[in-house]
Nanobody
Framework: VQLQASGGGQVQAGGSLRLSCLAF????????MGWFRQSPGKEREFVSS???????TNYADFVKGRFIISRDSGNTVSLQMYALEPEDSAVYYC?????????????????WGLGTQVTVSS
């Protein structure tokens, strides 16, 4: 299984970005997909997750209703980000979990993609 994240870039504070994660492999049927982020000097932190059926989502408190995770057609999961703040600047990673249960911790995930950089200027 390989995960490919895209959509990062540089925006001004208050702007929007849409990240996408394409999953491909011989057979791919995860329990859930998630987004994490990591900025320099900080731990990688949970942002959002969605079960593969799309019926259940989870968000970090700092999202404050600004981000929306969704499963698009096929094997793509997106993270629509609005009202971006400089504190949102980080490398964003998508991940796939194959086990039922928690989706908020790095250890819950089995596969990781390379990150995509998001930079928000003030």
């Amino acid at each position: 299984v390989q995960l490919q994240a895209s959509g990062g870039g540089q925006v001004q504070a208050g702007g929007s970005l849409r990240l996408s994660c394409l999953a491909f492999g011989r057979t791919f049927s995860p329990y859930a997909m998630g987004w994490f982020r990591q900025s320099p000097g900080k731990e990688r932190e949970f942002v959002s997750s969605i079960v593969w059926s799309g019926e259940w989502t989870n968000y970090a408190d700092f999202v404050k209703g600004r981000f929306i995770i969704s499963r698009d057609s096929g094997n793509t999961v997106s993270l629509q980000m609005y009202a971006l703040e400089p504190e949102d600047s980080a490398v964003y990673y998508c991940a796939a979990s194959t086990s039922f249960g928690s989706t908020r911790f790095r250890s819950d995930y089995d596969y990781w993609g390379l990150g995509t950089q998001v930079t928000v200027s003030s």
